[in-house]
């Protein structure tokens, strides 16, 4: 093989009359009046070739006109200027092209699955295929486009963080396991019979270990792993930037990640965004949007109307409230002429989400079209008509429920009536426009009723904010936790918290709040309630979900595009057939002896 001399996206109108030599995969073959053109490609891009039959050998010729796309070759000829007439502009090669003289074939390619050179055909490829032939689907520039972005956008994090005097550090992959979160992964201990590791969902743990360490700026790109039902924006295994900080509040976080993230987005799109993001608290962000990492690119707003409706002669508002719930609408402008099924989708979507159903307005030629109208009052009408600016054309959708169910349904809907309007052109959203905002001030505890107890809506090492401290025993719904996500376009990006560094305070959360009894308390967490009795700073952090990150900077909607070798939404790798099946040789070694699935054993 003669060694490449140039890179296939590299020449130009300078290298005429040069004689270079390509390596690459044969992108497209055309026969054009018996002269052979072949685009050779390689990862940064591709240029045309020639194959003239007056001036290379027949069997050369010949070789050439049998290759299938994507054979590895290497070509050797001269640069020249393409004729007059046939420039491609949409190639950076596109004014030149190399005479052959010599070629050979590194390895010939068979008949693909599935073609690679039409970006278009490409990807209506059914995913499944794609997976099972990643590294042909990884050819696609496309892709390479993706790959070489997300490495970018790692090199300019490092960079950022180092700047900012962190330390990268690696944190074991081997934890122990932690159940009260997402299910785990376990590895069985071959020299611990009956013991397992847990593969981390977050290396949150370590990290804080290592402020007690004194490390006090502390980073890495972390895999982390979770046994979860998977999506577009799911994997089990995944990657986020970790960030532990000693000695800092809130504040502190908020500009560290508005910083990082300006360089980001110059680094990857060259665009500037805002220095510092809008903050809502979480109460205002379910009020408002119906969801705690709200989309702000447009509006259909949530508005309150319990005040309005507490005397209603419409029982269903009034005896909502009286029970303690809240009366919520939207106004979905320009959407009153919803197919009758559109409207039973809308219906069952609430429905889904727990509402009883969905009570409506249309507002058409002047009228107010609803079987709930006619129980309002005028003071009602009014002050649903000054809230909303109700004029021709509008569907109004109303939710009466406990708050956080009412706020939540009608966050459904607004999104889906955001995806109609979108569709009849009602709407515009501009997939080029970056809105950044914090979410803070969530409640730092939940309720389980199935459970009948508290649980951290976070994790329990978040600090609550200080004047709530007191709430803790007594009123635990009352406490907020210095928790705050980062939110851009309606994804979440991360989240992360100011953390618990006195152990008297983080026994509490153990004890009085979570009630966890000792022995779990000791079992689970007694390294770090001891390691903060040995001098433990204030500190906090975040966790930045990179491929997500790098999923928003390439405009895709699945985390799958932007990750090398992916699983499915079933949790398998189709190009390895992971996973697989243990021989029993193994499992003795491990320990584990295995029964039949339940189906089996019935039959």
């Not at 046939?86 to 010939?108: R, W």
């Not at 990290?207 to 799911?234: N, P, T």
């Not at 069952?348 to 002047?366: P, R, S, T």
């Not at 090398?564 to 697989?580: I, N, Y």
Request: aromatic content about 8%; hydrophobic content about 40%; overall charge negative.
């Amino acid at each position: 093989m003669k060694k490449r001399t140039i890179h296939c996206n590299e020449i130009r109108t300078a290298h005429i009359d040069q004689i270079v030599t390509l390596n690459g995969w044969v992108h497209s073959r055309r026969d054009l009046g018996g002269v052979l053109f072949i685009d050779i490609r390689d990862r940064e891009g591709r240029t045309q070739t020639v194959f003239d039959p007056t001036d290379v050998p027949a069997a050369l010729f010949d070789q050439a006109a049998s290759l299938h796309s994507e054979s590895v070759i290497s070509v050797t000829g001269k640069v020249r200027h393409r004729p007059e007439g046939t420039n491609n502009s949409k190639i950076d090669t596109g004014e030149v092209e190399v005479m052959v003289e010599s070629m050979e074939v590194l390895n010939a390619a068979d008949v693909l699955p599935f073609p690679v050179d039409d970006p278009e055909t490409a990807s209506k490829v059914n995913e499944e295929l794609r997976l099972k032939y990643r590294y042909l689907d990884l050819r696609r520039p496309e892709m390479i486009h993706n790959l070489r972005l997300r490495s970018k956008v790692a090199t300019a994090t490092r960079v950022f963080l180092d700047e900012m005097e962190f330390l990268e550090v690696e944190t074991p992959t081997l934890f122990k396991s932690t159940p009260e979160g997402a299910r785990e992964f376990l590895v069985p201990s071959r020299i611990h019979p009956s013991h397992f590791y847990a593969l981390p969902q977050s290396p949150q743990q370590y990290k804080q270990i290592l402020m007690v360490s004194g490390v006090e700026k502390y980073f890495q790109l972390a895999r982390c792993y979770r046994d979860e039902d998977l999506r577009a924006d799911r994997q089990p295994e995944f990657t986020q930037v970790d960030i532990e900080m000693s000695f800092i509040d809130r504040e502190d976080i908020y500009a560290l990640v508005e910083g990082m993230m300006g360089r980001i987005w110059k680094e990857a799109l060259n665009v500037e965004i805002p220095s510092s993001f809008k903050r809502i608290s979480f109460e205002e962000a379910m009020n408002t949007y119906g969801i705690d990492k709200p989309d702000t690119r447009f509006g259909l707003e949530i508005h309150d109307f319990s005040e309005a409706f507490k005397s209603s002669g419409f029982k269903v508002f009034s005896g909502t409230i009286q029970r303690g719930g809240v009366i919520k609408a939207i106004n979905a402008k320009g959407l009153a002429d919803v197919t009758q099924g559109q409207m039973e989708s809308l219906t069952q979507l609430a429905i889904n989400h727990g509402a009883k159903g969905l009570a409506y307005i249309k507002v058409e030629n002047g009228e107010w079209k609803s079987p709930i109208v006619k129980f309002f009052s005028d003071e009602e009408k009014a002050a649903l008509q000054k809230q909303l600016q109700m004029e021709d054309g509008d569907l109004i959708l109303f939710a009466a429920d406990q708050w956080l169910a009412a706020c939540e349904v009608l966050g459904r809907i607004r999104l889906h009536c955001a995806e109609l309007l979108q569709k009849r052109g009602k709407l515009t959203i501009d997939s080029k426009r970056f809105d950044f905002l914090w979410v803070i001030e969530f409640p730092l505890l939940s309720f389980d009723k199935e459970m009948n107890r508290w649980y951290s809506s976070h994790h329990p090492f978040t600090s609550p904010v200080e004047e709530d401290i007191e709430f803790l025993e007594s009123d635990p719904k009352k406490v907020r936790g210095q928790h705050y996500d980062l939110v851009v376009n309606g994804v979440e990006l991360g989240g992360g918290s100011i953390r618990i560094h006195q152990p008297e305070l983080q026994r509490t959360i153990f004890e009085k709040v979570l009630q966890l009894p000792e022995d779990v308390i000791k079992a689970r967490f007694g390294y770090m309630l001891e390691a903060f009795r040995y001098g433990c700073p204030p500190h906090g952090g975040i966790a930045l979900g990179f491929d997500r990150l790098i999923a928003i900077l390439c405009g895709t909607l699945s985390i799958r595009d932007v990750i090398a070798f992916p699983k499915t939404a079933k949790g398998t790798c189709l190009m390895t057939d992971s996973p697989g099946i243990a021989d029993n040789r193994q499992l003795r070694d491990l320990h584990i002896q295995l029964r039949a699935p339940k189906k089996e054993q019935s039959e």
